[in-house]
């Protein structure tokens, strides 16, 4: 069993930056894929990014791509989201979620979520 929680969310104005924080709890963290999804309202969840258990590959949605890095600290059980450059269309609700089996790019490929940190970006 993994629990997962994020934070670091909140409000910040457009070209702000903002990093998000996952602490996991359980001793074979660093042996899954983690990844970042958002959802924002009246939308499906969205694939953000995604970091071996390593670190060693990673891969981005098109849309974060250059402004927006993954990064894991497995002596911490932390992974962490740079976000830069954040623009309005960002906003939305942030889950960080790990995948027992690899490293997947679409929700129903991770086991465990957390519960979510809002991110707000003002125009």
């Known amino acids: 069993q993994v629990q997962l929680v994020e934070s670091g969310g909140g409000l910040v104005q457009a070209g702000g930056s903002l990093r998000l924080s996952c602490a996991a709890s359980g001793r074979t963290f660093s042996s899954y894929g983690m990844g970042w999804f958002r959802q924002a309202p009246g939308k499906e969840r969205e694939f953000i990014a995604a970091?071996?258990?390593?670190?060693?590959?990673?891969y981005y949605a098109d849309s974060v791509k250059g402004r927006f890095t993954i990064s894991r600290n497995n002596a911490k059980n932390t992974v962490y989201l740079q976000m830069n450059s954040l623009k309005p269309e960002d906003t939305a609700v942030y889950y960080c979620?790990?995948?027992?089996?690899?490293?997947?790019?679409?929700?129903?490929?991770?086991?465990?979520w957390g519960q979510g940190t809002q991110v707000t970006v003002s125009s």
């Open positions: 979620a790990a995948d027992t089996g690899g490293l997947g790019s679409v929700p129903y490929e991770y086991d465990y």
């Open positions: 970091i071996s258990w390593s670190g060693g590959n990673i």
